[in-house]
């Protein structure tokens, strides 16, 4: 064989090598299959599946696999199920997926009884009266997740009725206040 020839074929060998070899990073199946949400009855097992994908490259889709997790628990209510969202939102947090601070929120948006979304501020008459609509849209919803996270989840009825209960207080009490301040300027 000619030497040109020879550096020829040996150059259109390693250009076949080098684009295989690109081709098959670019479409790496395990990557595109490693986030997918869990599947099944069985919260635990969903639980371990999904700390398994966001510990493996899947973090960005914390949300997803989230309510994913609340889904499933829809499907078997019971008290339990408190504890394994608890225990799951404290290994996020110490994973680095979420703060302390957002691992509590979430936590208490769907578990607790006090709303995470009605923000404690110290002047209600200058800072929660001209927003007044926003925050009771706000309650209202958090209201929605706490009937998934208390009732659809828990089977919690009486944590629900009092976080329902809470609810209607805030809003007589909030109008009143608001009433009470006056046209705020």
């Known amino acids: 064989m000619k030497p ?15 684009t295989t070899s690109l081709a098959a990073c670019s479409s790496n199946p395990t990557q595109a299959t490693a986030c997918s949400l ?4 069985n919260l635990e097992r969903a639980i ?3 700390r ?4 493996t490259g899947c973090e960005h889709e914390f949300d997803g696999y989230f309510q994913r997790l609340l889904a499933i628990a829809e499907g078997d209510p019971k008290k339990e199920n408190k504890a394994s969202f608890s225990d799951f939102l404290l290994w996020a947090n110490d994973a680095g997926l979420l703060s302390k601070r957002q691992a509590r929120e979430t936590y208490n948006r769907y578990f607790g009884i006090k709303y995470v979304s009605l923000i404690s501020d ?3 008459c200058a800072q929660t009266c001209p927003n007044q609509s926003d925050v009771m849209r706000d309650m209202n919803r958090e209201l929605a997740d ?3 996270g208390l009732l659809k989840i828990s089977a919690d009825r009486l944590n629900y009725t009092r976080a329902s209960n809470l609810y209607q207080e805030t809003e007589l009490v909030l109008e009143a206040t608001c009433e009470a301040c006056g046209p705020v300027e």
């Open 4 to 18: 040109a020839m020879k550096n020829n074929l040996t150059a259109l060998v390693t250009a076949v090598a080098i």
């Open 38 to 41: 869990p599947q099944g009855p």
């Open 48 to 50: 371990s599946a999904a």
């Open 52 to 55: 398994f994908d966001l510990e």
């Open 122 to 124: 110290y002047s209600v």
């Open 146 to 148: 706490k009937e998934q």
